[in-house]
């Protein structure tokens, strides 16, 4: 793959990025724009931003690893992040829109709980931001590893290196954009990283020369596994600001199609290239979250191929913008906005790109260790976050008896487990081997439950809640 050919399509791709973040600079005047887009996104751009928030390098390097290392097995992750999807869409997504605008403009999830639990004390807020912040370390770092390994690996560069390189990038355009800069960026990388994964799961199919090592045995706690990605939909934070944000409920039907296109066409090609990737090289590649990267090289001319890995690229940065600006900015509206209540809008701008710096270096830091794998790191995070605030979130929307203590407890109890589930293994019948956001969302939902006694302020915000809401059409 030739480097001038990479590098012509690697700036290709930033002047549309610039051009895009520009527009947006321009958009941004307040605290509500720079966080949500002042609720202003349409139908296809919440959905495919959804979608490419959701993805980021995990589906470009992370899963076409997996699925040639395990085989078509791990096509249930596919079947379980549809389901998921469609379940978030179709529940919390409506009611969750409804609720925060009406919730004097809630912007977080922090904030949502707290106002929709009439919380008494400020603990909700809290420990809702300090999860966000801990899982968030190692998502963004997931997302920081895949970038320099693209650089790495195609441009011959330091890994060290093509780490700065890949956090200044997105440090530019989140930085001076915000949410609008973020969601329309996504917009248009979602649709190369779909070009991208179709064409070269093609290409590899059409030129693999045998597909039967492929199909490996996989046994029913590795589908469970799998299929249980799909609850971590219910409780991503990255991912639900794009349910706040869309610009009516009426809306969210139109998103929800759009994003459950995306996702399987892309999902499936994604598993595609992997299978392909198996096949054409026989199984055996250094690095199998490279396959995605070595078919481009040896399957696509190299203009394509350079087009190509700005899709990657994408992918990296579809994320990982959107980690940095939901963290930052649940430490600037649920941490700094509490203690410092008479800020100028100007000043919480100025604070909320501050925060995005100081999060990309933590995430940048741990990113610094070459030896992490991008899926790996991806399904942690995803786990700990999916667990702590997916059955919150739920409880929120759909049970009027959800209390302040249940929502704490629910949360605790979901990081608590993931964490813990995740540092054991094998145990009777090899059920510590269980994706450990299976006992850790089912523990969250029971402290739920047991922890929420009533309280008659949040059922009565509850109730207006929901006598207000506009309902959804189709």
Known sequence: MGESTLAFGFVAYLVVIAAIAGYALLRTKTQADYVIGGRSLSPSVAGLSAGATDMSGWLLLGLPGAVFVAGVGEAWIVLGLAAGAW????????????????????????????????????????????????????????????????????????????????????????????????????????????????????????????????????????????????????????????????????????ARRVNLVWMVLASAAAVGVGLGGNAYFGGTLADPETVFIALSGELLAPWIAGIVVAGILAAVMSTVDSQLLVASTALVEDVVRPVCRNLEQ?????????????????????????????????????????????????????????????????????????VVWHELSGGPGGIFELYEIVPAFAAACIAIAVASRGDDQAEAVFDQLVEDQEPPAG
């Open 87 to 254: 379940g978030s869409w179709r529940v919390v997504a409506p009611r969750l829109r409804a609720f925060t605008a009406r919730l004097d403009g809630a912007v977080t999830l922090p904030q949502f709980f707290t106002r929709r639990i009439a919380a008494k004390t400020r603990v909700p807020g809290i420990v809702a931001t300090l999860l966000v912040l801990f899982f968030f370390a190692s998502y963004t770092a997931a997302s920081f590893v895949a970038g320099a390994t693209l650089f790495e690996s195609t441009m011959g560069l330091d890994y060290h290196v093509s780490l700065l390189i890949g956090v200044g990038v997105v440090l530019v355009y989140t930085m001076l954009g915000g949410f609008l800069a973020v969601s329309w960026t996504d917009f248009f990388q979602a649709l190369l990283m779909l070009a991208a994964l179709i064409t070269v799961a093609l290409l590899a199919f059409a030129n693999a020369p045998d597909l039967s090592g492929t199909v490996k045995p996989i046994g029913f706690i590795a589908v469970v596994s799998a299929m249980a990605w799909g609850l971590g939909y219910f409780g991503q934070p990255h991912i639900v600001a794009r349910f706040m944000a869309i610009d009516s409920v009426t809306s969210v039907p139109r």
């Open 346 to 418: 100007r000043t919480v701008l100025a604070i909320s790109r501050g925060a995005v710096l100081l999060v990309a270096v933590v995430g940048g830091l741990i990113a610094t260790d070459p030896e992490s794998r991008v899926f790996d790191l991806a399904a942690y995070a995803w786990a700990g976050l999916g667990a702590s605030f997916g059955p919150a979130i739920l409880a929120c929307v759909l049970w009027r008896r959800t209390t302040e203590a249940g929502v704490v407890a629910g949360m605790l109890t979901g990081a608590v487990v993931t």
